[in-house]
């Protein structure tokens, strides 16, 4: 049972990022200008990407005999309250949004990072969690490309 409790350790964490991946996204969406339809859209698929991770990952932890997490990190609240400061400051909605959405997509590739370097996931999990990887290393990449055009025409 203690290898149990590591694993849904390990995926409870990955829980807690994608939880923080929705709520971040969600709050982008609301604050994107109606004009920028695709970043709306964008921010919309990225958060249903966490969230279809975050029921394939809560399914494994019941299946383990876990308790599966709810809610965000604090590190996820305070990103957010940064993120709204520095909203304030910057006359680029857009660029900072997609800078923004960066930063979290970073922060979501090492916790996947990690969690794959631990010792503790089955052949199975590390399946899971690899494709969940490529899946939001995906959006990481969309969004860079779209955050370096935006650079680029400013």
């Known amino acids: 049972m203690a290898q149990n409790s590591e694993i849904v350790e390990v995926l409870n964490d990955l829980i807690l990022i994608n939880n923080d991946r929705i709520e971040g ?10 004009s920028d339809a695709d970043l709306k859209t964008l921010f919309s698929n990225l958060a249903e990407h966490s969230r279809q991770h975050v ?3 809560t399914t494994e932890v019941n299946s383990l005999g876990g308790e599966p997490v709810t809610g965000t990190m604090l590190s996820g609240k305070i990103y ?10 910057s006359s680029k909605d857009r660029q900072t949004a997609l ?14 990072e ?5 010792d503790t996931l089955t052949p199975e999990l590390h399946a899971i969690v690899t494709r969940q990887k490529a899946t939001l290393k995906s959006g ?3 969004v860079k ?10």
């Open 25 to 34: 996204y969600k709050k982008a969406s609301d604050e994107t200008n109606a």
């Open 55 to 57: 029921a394939e990952l």
């Open 80 to 89: 957010r309250a940064w993120m709204d400061v520095k909203a304030v400051f």
């Open 99 to 112: 800078e923004n959405s960066e930063f979290g997509e970073d922060a979501a590739q090492k916790a996947y």
């Open 114 to 118: 990690a969690a794959l370097k631990s």
């Open 140 to 142: 990481h990449d969309t």
């Open 145 to 154: 490309r779209l955050r370096d055009a935006e650079k680029v025409l400013h």
